[in-house]
């Protein structure tokens, strides 16, 4: 089973600054990866797949680049709606699909 | 507007059991794998099972394997999952998710809002 390892846990940003979070797969998924945000109470959203390409109706604020083992998203000029808990998972080798424990994006 | 809505959860006993329905609207479900994702407190998403288009091929994860049991009903647009034997590692937030397959494997492109399943005593 492939482990996912996002850091940090949590990141503390100012509204209208940058935030880049971390995915690291323990052995190589090369693009075969997505990006989730999840709001309290809410299921999660699909941001991201293929590690760079923004789902449907995506701003373009969010940004996912990597390969390999290393992925970063990118949430460019933070929007209050922005904060939430940011999961990565992999699919490249299945089964199962795994996930990241997730990224708590907070205002700072 | 593509939906997906979870029922079912609630509080239960170990070794108890409970069914977990899901109603998809706004799409053709029986064109879509389908799949159930829980939240567990502390660690975050984890995988349960996965169910094709005419319910001839499921898979679930080792943790549940022989305890839970996906299944659909295309005719009512209903995804299923039956839960016998639970424990308390079973507690979470179950997510009912649509499958996007993509090379090699699957990503998630619609959920719904999630059913709390608490096994305690």
Known sequence: ?108 | EMNLVESGGGLVQPGGSLRLSCVASGFTFRAYWMHWIRLVPGKGLVWVARINTDASTTSHADSVEGRFTISRDNLKNILYLQMSDLRDEDTATYFCTRDVTYGSGSFLDLWGQGSLVTVSS
């Open chain 1, 1 to 108: 089973e492939i482990v996912m390892t996002q850091s940090p846990a949590t990141l503390s940003v100012s509204v209208g600054e940058r935030a880049t979070l971390s995915c690291r797969a323990s052995q190589s998924i090369s693009y075969n990866l997505a990006w989730y945000q999840q709001k309290s109470g809410q299921g999660p959203r699909l941001l991201i797949y293929g590690a760079h390409t923004r789902a449907t109706g995506i701003p373009d604020r969010f940004s996912g680049s990597g390969s390999g083992t290393e992925f970063f998203l990118t949430v460019s000029s933070l929007q209050s709606d922005d904060f939430a808990v940011y999961f990565c998972q992999q699919y490249h080798h299945w089964p199962p699909i795994t996930f990241g424990q997730g990224t708590r994006l907070e205002i700072k």
